[in-house]
């Protein structure tokens, strides 16, 4: 205050009316202000900010680098000059209409709050990639929850702001949104959806990044690459993204690939029609030829049954041949089975694990096996069924012409 009065006193020495000295001396006291802030804000930023990155930087821990990272806490630092500027309006404009001091106070603690609210919304962030980087919650759909907390810090810090601006208790406001609970239910419907369904998917570990999903009604076959509050982000395995809202996963069903890749194998579960014409009793000839194949060592060594078909040994050769591969994993489900007879012939289904599990390579075991089958069926008398074709139908015309 001695230091107004004397600039004021300064002002009128030089010839200055009072009033217009009066006004001055305002103006330049809340210059002066304004200037002390700001140098506070440097002081905070390039010495206390620096001085606390030092710090963390020396610390083993991996959390306080990120959240005391240099964008979050620079949020933190802005709440400096609006502070100061709130705390000492009242000594620069001591002698004037509280309404004034009342009007720059009101609009520092908006400023004040929003740069709270900006602070908290990158803390949050910050928590979140702390804990996506831990090992226990990497691929939980924390993403939702986190984005849930940020818009409910801003709801609330808005309604702090219109109480302050319009001099109302903000516990009052709060009170006042209960009649129009059922608008915002309506207009924030799929947020409030997506966050109950982000709980349920994160609590019953349904869903996470990473997973494998289909849901072949929307067409979505792929990777989960982002869980959000309202979207869950799925690049299928053309390359294309889709989007779907969390809480259809909840309400829908979808297939789950993760167990599958956990577990001991990949079920590789396909048929191959066998001409029923060729189905025969072997000979003495046929069984002979059969004994001397290193896979059906143990299968004549045994009990077969007698009398033996063509398709019986087979069956059994095949599953030599199975048991024998090292991708195959022999401890689940490995078999070689006939199904129901159609017009078609008779599928001969091969039902097996592969210990590989990735797309492309398990895509290649399953053609080298069934490779190996088409070329084998033959040895055995045996003729895979095939519908007839145009050179078939011409040939069978020209054997009828000739005859």
């Given at each position: 205050?001695?230091?107004?009065?004397?600039?004021k006193?300064?002002?009128?020495?030089?010839?200055?009316?009072?009033?217009?000295?009066?006004?001055?001396?305002?103006?330049?006291?809340?210059?002066?202000l304004?200037?002390?802030?700001?140098?506070?804000?440097?002081?905070?930023?390039?010495?206390?900010?620096?001085?606390?990155?030092?710090?963390?930087?020396?610390?083993?821990?991996?959390?306080?680098?990120?959240?005391?990272?240099?964008?979050?806490?620079?949020?933190?630092?802005?709440?400096?000059?609006?502070?100061?500027?709130?705390?000492?309006?009242?000594?620069?404009?001591?002698?004037?209409?509280?309404?004034?001091?009342?009007?720059?106070?009101?609009?520092?603690?908006?400023?004040?709050i929003?740069?709270?609210?900006?602070?908290?919304?990158?803390?949050?962030g910050?928590?979140?990639?702390?804990?996506?980087?831990?090992?226990?919650?990497?691929?939980?759909?924390?993403?939702?929850?986190?984005?849930?907390?940020?818009?409910l810090?801003?709801?609330?810090?808005?309604?702090?702001?219109?109480?302050?601006?319009?001099?109302?208790?903000?516990?009052?406001?709060?009170?006042?949104?209960?009649?129009?609970?059922?608008?915002?239910?309506l207009?924030?419907?799929?947020?409030?959806?997506?966050?109950?369904?982000?709980?349920?998917?994160?609590a019953?570990?349904?869903?996470?990044?990473?997973?494998?999903?289909?849901?072949?009604?929307?067409?979505?076959?792929?990777?989960?690459?982002?869980?959000t509050?309202?979207?869950?982000?799925?690049?299928?395995?053309?390359?294309t993204?889709?989007?779907?809202?969390?809480?259809?996963?909840?309400?829908?069903?979808?297939?789950?690939w993760?167990?599958?890749?956990?577990?001991?194998?990949?079920?590789?579960?396909?048929s191959?029609?066998?001409?029923?014409?060729?189905?025969?009793f072997?000979?003495?000839?046929?069984?002979?030829?059969?004994?001397?194949?290193?896979?059906?060592?143990?299968?004549?060594?045994?009990?077969?049954?007698?009398?033996?078909?063509?398709?019986?040994?087979?069956r059994?050769?095949?599953?030599?041949?199975l048991?024998?591969?090292?991708?195959?994993?022999?401890?689940?489900?490995?078999?070689?089975?006939?199904?129901?007879?159609?017009?078609?012939?008779?599928?001969l289904?091969?039902?097996?694990?592969?210990?590989?599990?990735?797309?492309?390579?398990?895509?290649?075991?399953?053609?080298?096996?069934?490779?190996?089958?088409?070329?084998?069926?033959?040895?055995?008398?045996?003729?895979?069924?095939?519908a007839?074709?145009?050179?078939?139908?011409?040939?069978?015309?020209?054997g009828?012409?000739?005859?």
């Amino acid at each position: 205050m001695e230091i107004l009065n004397a600039i004021k006193k300064l002002l009128i020495s030089w010839g200055i009316a009072p009033d217009t000295a009066d006004t001055l001396d305002h103006f330049i006291a809340f210059v002066l202000l304004i200037l002390i802030a700001l140098a506070a804000d440097q002081i905070c930023r390039r010495v206390v900010l620096e001085a606390v990155a030092r710090l963390v930087k020396k610390t083993k821990a991996t959390w306080d680098d990120v959240v005391f990272d240099h964008k979050v806490m620079v949020r933190l630092s802005h709440v400096v000059v609006p502070l100061i500027i709130y705390l000492f309006i009242p000594v620069a404009f001591a002698d004037t209409a509280q309404t004034t001091v009342d009007i720059i106070q009101r609009i520092c603690m908006v400023v004040i709050i929003l740069s709270l609210l900006s602070f908290a919304h990158a803390f949050m962030g910050a928590v979140y990639t702390v804990y996506s980087e831990t090992g226990r919650y990497r691929n939980r759909p924390l993403k939702g929850m986190v984005q849930t907390v940020q818009v409910l810090i801003w709801l609330v810090g808005v309604i702090v702001i219109i109480g302050e601006l319009t001099g109302q208790n903000p516990l009052n406001l709060l009170a006042s949104l209960g009649a129009m609970s059922a608008v915002l239910m309506l207009v924030f419907k799929d947020t409030i959806m997506g966050f109950v369904s982000g709980i349920q998917l994160s609590a019953n570990n349904m869903l996470k990044v990473g997973d494998w999903i289909k849901m072949a009604k929307y067409g979505v076959d792929g990777t989960v690459t982002e869980v959000t509050l309202n979207t869950v982000k799925v690049r299928n395995w053309d390359n294309t993204v889709s989007t779907l809202p969390p809480y259809l996963l909840v309400s829908d069903s979808f297939e789950n690939w993760n167990a599958m890749r956990k577990s001991g194998g990949r079920r590789i579960k396909r048929s191959i029609n066998i001409d029923m014409h060729s189905v025969r009793f072997c000979t003495p000839e046929m069984l002979e030829k059969y004994r001397k194949m290193p896979l059906l060592k143990d299968f004549f060594e045994g009990s077969p049954p007698e009398p033996l078909t063509n398709l019986g040994v087979l069956r059994a050769y095949l599953v030599a041949y199975l048991r024998s591969l090292p991708v195959v994993n022999t401890d689940l489900h490995c078999m070689v089975r006939q199904l129901q007879p159609t017009e078609h012939g008779i599928p001969l289904e091969l039902y097996f694990f592969s210990r590989i599990k990735d797309w492309v390579p398990y895509e290649g075991v399953q053609s080298d096996v069934f490779d190996y089958v088409l070329a084998v069926v033959p040895e055995f008398g045996l003729r895979i069924f095939q519908a007839p074709g145009g050179d078939d139908i011409q040939a069978l015309i020209g054997g009828k012409e000739a005859k």
